[in-house]
């Protein structure tokens, strides 16, 4: 047991020491606050320079019908001022300028916009906007309705607000938010797959050093392969919680850094961004006002606690379980070319079990989320997205015990593979060899 | 009495049979040559005793009782096949092997800085792997598998990349080893240092050992009559006399002497063969010669195809 303590040491040692570890510890919090921050930022970049159009209206129907805002400003010209505007704009005061020809009922088209430079996306919106609201007024009353204004007035009170509430099995009410439990469990999920990936890869790299550099023959005289072998990959393990847990510390405290620094827009910004990155747009009152109350409640709807251990053991579990398949891999090839043919079986169920996970969350209920829930190389990440969605206590409970079966066996499958495979050299490697390797019983 | 014992073990790969009923019986405190061809089953015997591997059949005693796993701190292993981490430091790297070994950090400490001054390579000690030379890593090798001062060393092509300087000084440090108790297996193709440091040595060749016992009875066994004969005189002469009762193999001329190489014929004494000499010429020097190892490896392994 000490050996194996010995082992892990150096291994999380030698890579909590290296450069690369330490900036990438640094970058991915600014990478991910600047997610977060960035588009927040940008949008208060916006255009604040106040814009001046000037409108001719040949048919004299429109005057005045743009509204003015904040930074759109339009004057109405008489008609002969066109031929100036269009021969001596550049010496103009305006933006741009408009054209009615026609009216606009009968000849939707007999409207142009001029401009030395392109027109935003926001100004020809606005215009297009004012027009058409202008217009079905015009249509509405054409039809004489008695009392219209009264009915405009009530039309405008109408709205729909709907709030999920979650019932406790007590009764109790909560208000839930299934958008952000989502965003949160694919996040989980994400982080997952993305861990996987990089630090299961790690682990082969790491048994593949030991083999070609011939250090392993040392070592084995020592300590048993399947020693050598867990100690690589809870070392690598623990790496891979202090980065996740360094990240997390350290993403919060940059957010809150900047969040202190720029007050208000920030969090607004980050949430929608957030949901955003998710696939799913959630509408967030955008007075300004930000009710942290009211996102409090949410979060507490879908039991924090319980998710995050549930992220940890899927986490830790789906980790395990993959990375003895990558010690595997790493101890039957001589380099990192010669790895291909072997990674694609280990990977496809991890890119599977993203791909799976997005089509749970319109259908948590259904048989593939249920059964790619329960499959080990697949539920860490599959189950992460269902656990928003209230799904029944023994599910999880038999997924997490399927998961750590599921971990035993690929350990014990990878370890008979492993114990062969790092004292073969030069030697081509196919499945069938593998399997040879497996079968041999010997001690 | 043997400190190592392997009986009749035998080790299975898929198809092919890596050692056949093998039996090696390593005196204590004693150098014990296991040679023989690529692929012959060497390293597959040093991996059992190792525990790296386990045999099919068979026993190995260690020290008058069955192999146990914490044997392993007893055994001091240096593989052909040998490398150490590129990327970390050299007395960093030490402490680590040396602890998996079972040392305490301390002691380790203790030990690896007599060591590195033994072998006046104190410098090193925070420097990569990487940047030492091939030799260089050989030499902190060395040091890692004999610092727990085990009482089985197994050395599998111990000089394969040292210069004649650093090789002659393993090879005194492997003599001290003997002389402090250590019992020691070497496995080599060199058959020089076999005739050098072997007391005993068991020849295998596919997976069976042909040939074994002391390295001096074994030469002894096969030993073909051979005397070698300085002179001064006329070598036709001699050679005229000397085929009536032995074979001449050659005459040739040697530092202003003449050097025959004679085949005793059965039966005959070298005492005989001088007294016939000195009547028909000036004796210089007279000596037997015993078959080198290396002619009695080819020898055996090509009777043995």
Redesign the interface.
């Known amino acids: 047991m000490s050996?194996i303590s010995?082992?892990l040491q150096?291994e999380y040692l030698?890579r909590v020491r290296k450069k690369s570890f330490i900036v990438m510890t640094i970058l991915g919090p600014i990478l991910f606050a600047g997610m977060m921050v960035i588009p927040g930022w940008l949008a208060s970049l916006e255009d604040k320079e106040e814009k001046l159009l000037a409108v001719v209206d040949h048919t004299n129907l429109y005057t005045d019908k743009i509204q003015n805002t904040e930074l759109l400003k339009f004057e109405f010209l008489p008609v002969n001022a066109e031929s100036d505007l269009k021969s001596n704009f550049s010496n103009s005061k305006y933006y741009a300028f408009l054209v009615i020809e026609d009216d606009l009922l009968k000849k939707p088209d007999a409207i142009r916009l001029y401009s030395e430079k392109q027109i935003t996306i926001d100004v020809k919106e606005h215009v297009a906007r004012s027009l058409r609201q202008y217009l079905s007024e015009e249509k509405l009353k054409s039809f004489d309705i008695e009392g219209l204004d009264a009915i405009m007035n009530e039309m405008s009170k109408v709205k729909v607000d709907i709030s999920t509430i979650k019932l406790g099995g007590d009764g109790t009410e909560k208000q839930s938010s299934t958008e952000l439990a989502m965003v949160v469990s694919f996040v989980f999920a994400f982080l997952t797959y993305m861990f996987v990936f990089i630090y299961g890869a790690q682990v082969m790299r790491g048994v593949m050093?030991?083999k070609t550099?011939?250090?392993v023959?040392?070592?084995?005289?020592?300590?048993?392969?399947f020693q050598l072998m867990m100690g690589k990959i809870i070392g690598i393990a623990l790496v891979a919680l202090t980065q996740l847990l360094l990240w997390v510390a350290l993403t919060a405290l940059i957010l809150f850094g900047v969040k202190a620094a720029f007050v208000k827009d920030v969090p607004v910004n980050s949430m929608q961004q957030i949901e955003m990155a998710a696939g799913e747009s959630v509408q967030i009152e955008s007075t300004g006002s930000f009710d942290f109350g009211k996102i409090w409640e949410m979060i507490n709807s879908f039991e924090p606690v319980k998710m995050l251990l549930l992220f940890v053991f899927y986490f830790i579990g789906g980790y395990l379980i993959y990375a003895a398949l990558f010690a595997a891999v790493g101890s039957a090839i001589d380099n990192e070319a010669d790895s291909q043919q072997f990674m694609l079986p280990v990977t496809i169920p991890i890119i599977l079990s993203l791909y799976v996970a997005i089509a749970v969350f319109r259908n948590p209920m259904s048989d593939i989320a249920f059964w790619f829930s329960m499959i080990p190389l697949t539920s860490p990440i599959v189950m992460m997205a269902r656990v928003p969605f209230d799904i029944p206590g023994w599910q999880i409970a038999l997924s997490m015990f399927l998961l750590v079966a599921g971990f035993i066996f690929t350990t014990w499958f990878a370890a008979r593979i492993y114990r062969t495979g790092i004292?073969m050299?030069g030697k081509k490697v196919n499945y069938k060899e593998l399997w040879?390797w497996f079968r041999?019983a010997?001690? | 009495m043997s400190f190592l014992e392997a009986r009749s073990v035998v080790?299975k790969?898929?198809s092919q049979l890596a050692l056949d009923h093998v039996n090696v019986s390593v005196p204590a405190n004693s150098i014990y040559g296991l040679l023989g061809p690529n692929g012959a089953g060497k390293t597959t015997l040093i991996?059992i005793i190792?525990?790296?591997?386990?045999p099919?059949e068979g026993q190995i005693l260690f020290d008058g009782k069955p192999l146990k796993?914490s044997d392993?701190?007893r055994?001091g292993?240096?593989?052909e096949?040998?490398?150490?981490?590129?990327?970390?430091k050299v007395g960093e790297q030490a402490l680590?092997?040396a602890?998996?070994?079972g040392l305490s950090r301390n002691e380790a400490l203790k030990k690896l800085k007599f060591w590195f001054e033994k072998f006046e390579i104190q410098a090193w000690w925070d420097k990569k792997v990487e940047e030492l030379s091939k030799g260089m890593q050989q030499k902190v090798?060395f040091i890692?598998t004999i610092l727990h001062k085990p009482s089985l060393l197994i050395f599998d092509e111990p000089f394969s990349g040292f210069d004649p300087i650093n090789a002659n000084l393993l090879k005194e440090e492997i003599l001290n080893l003997k002389k402090e108790g250590a019992t020691i297996i070497f496995s080599t193709h060199n058959m020089g240092s076999v005739e050098e440091l072997c007391d005993n040595i068991t020849l295998i060749n596919n997976g069976k050992s042909i040939l074994e016992g002391a390295v001096n009875d074994v030469r002894q066994r096969y030993r073909q009559n051979l005397v070698r004969l300085d002179f001064a005189g006329d070598a036709n002469h001699l050679k005229a006399v000397m085929s009536e009762h032995h074979e001449v193999v050659e005459i040739s001329p040697l530092n202003g002497y003449q050097t025959a190489l004679i085949k005793m014929s059965q039966g005959s004494g070298v005492n005989q063969l001088l007294a016939l000499a000195i009547k028909h010429c000036e004796v210089h020097g007279c000596q037997e010669i015993l078959p080198s190892m290396n002619d009695i490896f080819i020898q055996v392994v090509n009777q043995n195809k």
Not at chain 1, 217 to 225: H, N, T
Not at chain 2, 50 to 54: A, L, M, V
Not at chain 2, 81 to 88: A, D, N, P, V
């Open positions: 050996k010995l082992i150096r030698s050093e030991e550099s011939r250090i023959e040392v070592i084995i005289s020592s300590v048993k392969p004292l050299y040879k041999y010997g001690k | 080790k790969y898929a991996r190792n525990q790296i591997t386990g099919d796993s392993v701190e055994i292993y240096l593989p096949e040998r490398g150490l981490y590129k990327k970390m680590y092997l602890q998996l070994k090798q890692v």
